[in-house]
């Protein structure tokens, strides 16, 4: 079996297609440095994470070196690949994973630990580093999840920790000089590990310290790389692009990296610092080239903290300036202190997303406690300011089982939003309110990385009273979070090299994609972390207390932590580093760094228009070979920000979410072919439509449209549609000539060969009802979708 006929059995099919605007589609070389890049989640989320992108488009930059991706199939697309005897393959050029010289892990949450093992087992990988060959893959894994690698590591060659821009260069030099001098992987595994910001597990041995065994370097510590000046690294405007519809589907625009704030739960504090921006004016310049060279319809400034970028006010005055009025953007990461009028009124040029507001804690005592600087004034000042602008959906966040909390701060959540609504009453507001509860997590390299974790038993009860006093309120949508999750996520966290044998027990039991609801499993947890080693992780930690992660160098030296941690029990602020003496503080890596506003050389100019006349177009293309497993709903977002990227402008619909109005065929189902599809749009301008056609036919390589024509009928593209000719290949069925003739009307005709039936349907005359009944007698259970093809279509005074 071939890729293209198991894309034609599984359940999502379009996630594996692989032909995403702007995909490295260069042939598949032995000669090059082959890498890998694996994301242990579904294309949903993987393509939703913007550093995977960011790696993507470094590697295939530099000479020698190609990047593909995969991903983790659905559970139930796992089961097609193992009963067809199918190793994982990338999307590119579907290839099998072990046929690369490296496969990386970009790991966010520890709940993909067990897809990591999942991964190498398809991709018929040793499980175990010690067990793997000469000629096998490098396994590598980076981000925030391993910030303490060593559950995972019996199962990966070499770790990096910090920037990939300023790692991955130096790991395709020790490649490059592997592959030329023939070396031996014993002695590759020490070139790695000469590498800056590179942990190589296997060359150390564990010693016992205190409640944990941790590796013995032998006073080592390895510093995380960073890039100091994000202005010295491009952004690549023509980023990949999903194909089908993912968690977030736009334009990631970073204008910051790291975050000032102090929070003391918050891992990525530690792990994305130091606080680095880039200049407005190439922030500008990349989001007008990258919403050209990508065709998306939406973007994101995109920080920690996006309210703590330099100059944000002035920035955001000049995006419609440079951005058509049908596009939307949002800034997540905002404090409420940081909300204006002036923000607000810039935003509400746009299309309206929700306002996110992230107290953490219902009381100001615990927000101290944890060091989030946000007061209930605040809140209560930016949902003013929001009201104003009619802002109506709000989104909050909360945490429970924070160090120190009482049951007084769980009633404080509630009195809180009890007083908003109160409060948007009062102003005459009609308001949603999604609130989402999780449960805390103690992560290294915190200030709380000494803090016990909640029982499971604790946080269902403070949740209890949650859903007990706040249900009675029809405008608050409540989301709770797992608590016996966040449980094993504590021990995955905070573990040592003996949850490596626990992930290695949950995946032979079946446990895979834990970070979902429908496949957690806590009892198969339970019975294998069991009492006594899961209260090595969960309980709290003596200040002197050893930990396996303790040399690896994120940002923050240890004793400013435990420093931090005093200063949580005790109720105590810390500043935000802008508003510090770095000087005085002495408490990260990094040194002092200044954060100057930036200057503009001009004021902001007018902000762009839509035009006001438009012509109407008809495109011919066709729906085939890997293109035919996207559903019809993928298919018409592809060619819409195929039409975006062409870089002519389209009359967009009305509403809430504008989008270009465009007019299609009926659907075909999924894994059927079409060859001579239509769309309709509107476009500005006075182009000949020879001219139009080369515009759009530049945006992609490997997509042509056939035609293109303008149409000056006054009735819809789908009365205008007449006559659609279909052919069905035969499947399992081959009814008699009365079945089909008894279905059709006067102006149908159909022709029966031996090898399938030709179907001239009238559209017109309700032609598209008549074929779904034929299609139902042809292929019952929609098994042979992939043999039916649409293969002309006819319009009334068409020329």
């Known amino acids: 079996m071939n890729s293209h006929e198991l894309l034609g059995r599984l359940k999502n099919p379009q996630a594996f297609v692989g032909r995403e605007i702007n995909a490295n589609r260069r042939e598949f ?15 949903a989320i993987g393509m939703s994470h913007s550093g995977m992108k960011i790696l993507y488009h470094l590697l295939n930059g530099m000479d020698g070196v190609h990047a593909e991706r995969a991903f983790v199939p659905e559970p139930e697309n796992i089961a097609i690949f193992n009963e067809n005897k199918m190793p994982l393959f990338s999307l590119e050029n579907k290839i099998p994973l072990a046929c690369f010289d490296l496969i990386g892990f970009s790991l966010l949450s520890e709940l993909n630990f067990t897809n990591v093992l999942q991964v190498l087992e398809m991709s018929g990988l040793p499980l175990l580093s010690a067990q793997r060959q000469e000629g096998d893959p490098w396994i590598a894994a980076g981000g925030i999840a391993v910030a303490n690698p060593e559950p995972l590591r019996a199962f990966i060659d070499l770790f990096a920790f910090g920037d990939g821009e300023a790692i991955f260069p130096d790991l395709i030099a020790v490649l490059k000089a ?22 190589v597990p296997s060359l150390y041995a564990l010693k016992k310290a205190g409640p944990f065994m941790v590796p013995d370097l032998g006073g080592k510590q390895i510093k995380k790389r960073v890039c100091p000046d994000l202005n010295r690294i491009p952004a690549e405007p023509a980023e990949i ?15 910051a990296r790291g975050c000032p704030q102090n929070c003391r ?41 996006s309210g703590d970028y330099p100059g944000l006010a002035e920035l955001l005055q000049r995006i419609p300036t440079i951005v058509q009025p049908d596009i939307s953007f949002s800034i997540p990461s905002l404090r409420p202190s940081t909300l204006s009028d002036e923000m607000l009124s810039t935003l509400a040029m746009f ?94 390299h915190t200030p709380l990385q000494w803090a016990a974790r909640a029982s499971v038993a604790e946080l269902e009860e403070k949740m209890a009273l949650l859903k007990k006093r706040l249900k009675r309120h029809k405008n608050l949508d409540l989301d709770f979070h797992s608590a016996s999750r966040g ?31 429908i496949h957690f499993h806590f009892p198969v947890w339970e019975e294998l972390i069991g009492l006594e080693t899961g209260a090595d992780f969960l309980s709290e930690f003596p200040l002197d207390t050893e930990f396996p992660w303790d040399f690896i160098q994120l940002n923050f030296h240890k004793p400013y932590l435990a420093e931090e941690y005093r200063r949580s029990r005790e109720d105590e602020v810390t500043r935000p580093c802008r508003g510090q003496d770095c000087a005085a503080c002495g408490g990260c890596l990094f040194g002092r760094r200044e954060f100057p506003s930036p200057l503009w050389a001009s004021p902001a100019g007018p902000a762009l228009t839509p035009p006001e006349v438009y012509r109407r177009l008809r495109l011919r293309y066709e729906k085939k070979d890997d293109l035919c497993f996207l559903s019809h709903l993928a298919m018409m977002q592809y060619l819409e920000r195929l039409l975006r990227k062409s ?10 979410h504008p989008r270009i109005k465009m007019a299609a065929l009926p659907p075909l189902p999924v894994g059927a072919q079409g060859f001579d599809e239509a769309i309709e749009v509107f476009v500005a301008g006075s182009l000949e439509d020879k001219e139009v056609l080369k515009a759009l036919n530049r945006t992609l390589p ?30 399992e069925v081959v009814p008699d000539r009365q079945e089909i003739a008894a279905l059709l009307f006067a102006g149908d005709s159909f022709e029966i060969a031996k090898e399938g039936l030709a179907l001239k349907m009238d559209y017109a005359h309700g032609g598209q009802e008549r074929f779904a009944r034929i299609y139902k007698l042809l292929d019952p259970e929609r098994k042979w979708t992939s043999h039916l093809s649409r293969t002309a279509v006819s319009f009334k005074n068409e020329n």
């Open 29 to 43: 070389k032995r000669s090059d440095i082959n890498i890998c890049l694996v994301f242990p989640d579904t294309y």
């Open 178 to 199: 592997a592959r030329s001098h023939k070396m031996v992987r014993a002695v590759v595994l020490k070139d790695f590990d000469r590498v800056a910001g590179v942990y």
């Open 241 to 255: 692009v999903p194909i089908c519809d993912v968690v977030f589907n736009r334009l990631n625009v970073e204008i």
């Open 265 to 305: 739960f918050c891992q990525a504090k530690s792990y994305y610092a130091p606080f680095r921006y880039r200049e407005p004016g190439p922030i500008l310049d990349f989001i007008k080239e990258s919403l050209a060279a990508t065709g998306y319809e939406s973007f994101s400034l995109a920080s920690l903290s």
């Open 351 to 444: 299309r309206k997303t929700g306002i996110t507001i992230v107290p953490e804690a219902g009381s100001e005592r615990l927000r101290r406690a944890i060091n989030k600087n946000v007061t209930d004034a605040e809140i209560f000042q930016a949902l003013e300011i929001a009201w104003r602008h009619r802002w109506q959906k709000i989104k909050m966040y909360f945490m429970l089982g924070l160090p120190g909390e009482t049951m007084e701060d769980i009633e404080a959540i509630v009195l809180l939003l009890e007083k908003i609504l109160a409060l948007a009453r009062t102003r005459q507001v009609r308001i949603n309110i999604h609130v989402s509860f999780s449960a805390f997590v103690p992560k290294p």
């Open 487 to 517: 449980l094993i996520e504590t021990v995955l966290a905070r573990g040592d090299a003996r949850v490596g044998e626990i992930l290695l027990q949950a995946f032979r039991r079946g446990e895979t994609f834990s970070a979902w609801d």
């Open 647 to 656: 870089g002519l402008l389209f009359k967009y619909s009305e509403g809430f």
């Open 702 to 731: 490997d997509f042509q449209f056939k035609k293109a024509g303008f149409v000056n009928a006054d009735t819809s593209f789908h009365k205008e549609l007449q006559f659609v000719d279909l052919f069905f290949v035969w499947g």
